[in-house]
């Protein structure tokens, strides 16, 4: 495990609050991940944790709160600009473009890198191809260790559903992500699947020096992989410390655990 050290948070959440008419989805919630670690957010369904990451991804705009990412405040920014910055997602229900091939869906991820115009990649211009050359080549490399080379011209639609959730995030590490928000990866998959996506969870964040937001519900793999967990009920914050301190926290075992062990 990582060990936060002294060094600023690469994530800070500071007393967000979002509602939608008389619901609140999250009440004076604040939060800090640090560089390097695997975080867990967890808590019953409509805790407040896909309104957490949409906020991260700047779907939502809370109406009270800051995010910060790596000293620059985020809530200023377009959606579009979150890649650009260093923050990745992949999504409860998958969004690959299923008609297009494996290569094609990851190499997708990096045009938030890219500089190529709508005029360079109309005239094809030299530049624009040694662009495309190197996220054509760079998404080989991802493929390559996601396992997924024998299906690189194979249609994403046509593929099992574990294998769709690899291209998704290869697609997110194509964008090269500082932090990478998961959102349910575990869910549909079997227990051989889930094994595997645990080491890569691992594997990705030594081997592309990734800082990990992981919402799942999946309480063995969060509490096995995660540093640091933040638990959520009705919007509010009610846990936050360490895998074991969490465990023992009455406020998550009668909202959550007291729930599944009943």
Known sequence: MTS???????????????????IVALDDVSMNVARGEICGLIGPNGAGKTSLFNCLSGLYRPSQGNIVF?????????????????????????????????????????????????????LRLPSVRREQAGVEKSAREIARFLDLGKW??????????GIQKRIEFGRALAAEPRLLLLDEPAAGLNHEELSGLKRLILDARKNFGLTVLLVEHHMEMVMSLSDHVVALNFGRKIADGTPAQVQDNPDLIRAYLGAEAA
Not at 4 to 18: D, F, I, K, M, Q
Not at 71 to 86: K, N, S, V, Y
Not at 154 to 161: C, E, I, N, T
């Open 152 to 161: 690189l011209d194979a249609f994403a639609g046509d593929l099992p559903f």
């Open 70 to 122: 790596d000293g620059q405040p985020t809530l200023t920014l377009p959606e579009h600009r979150m890649a650009g910055i260093g923050i990745g997602r992949t999504f409860q229900n998958l969004a690959l473009f299923k008609t297009m091939t494996v290569l094609e869906n990851i190499m997708v991820g990096s045009y938030s890198k890219t500089s190529s115009g709508f005029i360079g990649n109309f």
């Open 4 to 22: 936060a050290g002294t060094a600023s948070p690469l994530l800070e959440v500071s007393n967000l609050r979002l509602a939608f008419g008389g």
